[in-house]
């Protein structure tokens, strides 16, 4: 079977997966997951780039511009019902984090516009958490770094949890246009886990006219690019789907379009909402 090239694989490392502008051949996203174990540490310099630190299980201390945040993190799942706590920071700061106990970590990153942001730690307890959607469409939101949040300057990071048997990110919606109120444009990395593990799900990723058109089978672990385009998800029968998403561009505004030939679920006979 031939791998889409929005497909990344997970490695069985303590680098699960590496999204670089360059790599993704783009301008705004970065992505990586790391698998730190009790005791280790990761060094980094945020450079011209601001970072989202997500705890997505195990704890963490992070030290950073002279400052120690202490306790980052409690789960021992991302299916938990609680959501993460994330770390903000802006371009130019050196970061070390240290696992105090086994710890799965998302590092999220774009470009700094002017990078005049504090270092801001962002606990789980204040993040909104919703449900969209109803029926086989519903899912379930929590918004870690989202608009409402002034903490950023550019990166919009939101975490979902898809039921088993479900669609999410449905009907199929794109923001790859830069056309403000109504459509953003923003590059998307979609951050896959599933339980059980050894499950599986499906995310296309297309265009109105299918220059681009690419159906992804999606492992734990795995990142699905989406550099433009519509890009639904659906998880089979006996498998739940979580995905982090990271998105960036020119502005920092969520605003999609959904697929007209799809919009008729948004009907009050149809599913709910979109996205």
Request: glycine share 10%; with cysteine; net charge negative.
């Amino acid at each position: 079977m031939t791998t889409s090239p929005l497909l990344i694989k997970a490695a069985p490392g303590r680098e699960i997966c590496c999204v670089t502008p360059a790599s993704a051949g783009w301008s705004h996203v970065g992505f990586r997951a790391l698998r730190l174990q009790a005791g280790a540490s990761e060094t980094l310099e945020t450079g011209t780039r601001e970072l989202c630190v997500v705890v997505l299980t195990g704890s963490i201390d992070a030290e950073v511009a002279g400052q120690r945040h202490a306790g980052l993190g409690r789960r021992d799942s991302v299916f938990e019902e609680c959501a993460p706590d994330a770390l903000y920071l802006p371009g130019g700061q050196r970061l070390t984090i240290t696992a105090t106990r086994a710890a799965e970590v998302a590092l999220c990153s774009a470009p700094c516009a002017g990078g005049n942001k504090p270092v801001r730690r962002i606990d789980g307890t204040g993040m909104r958490r919703s449900t969209r959607g109803a029926g086989s469409n519903l899912r379930h939101v929590c918004d870690i770094l989202m608009g409402d949040n002034p903490a950023a300057e550019r990166l919009l990071v939101v975490e979902v949890i898809t039921p088993a048997g479900h669609s999410s990110s449905y009907p199929p919606h794109k923001h790859d246009d830069d056309a403000a109120p109504g459509e953003t444009r923003l590059e998307e990395t979609y951050y896959h886990r599933i339980d059980p593990p050894q499950g599986f799900a499906f995310q296309r990723v297309y265009t109105d006219d299918r220059s681009l058109d690419e159906a992804c089978v999606v492992e734990n672990h795995d990142v699905v690019l989406v550099p433009r385009g519509y890009h639904p998800v659906v998880t089979p029968h006996g498998y739940r789907l979580y995905y982090l998403n990271v998105m960036a561009g020119p502005r920092r505004a969520w605003a999609f379009r959904n697929d007209p030939a799809h919009e008729w679920l948004l009907r009050p006979d149809g599913t709910g909402t979109a996205a």
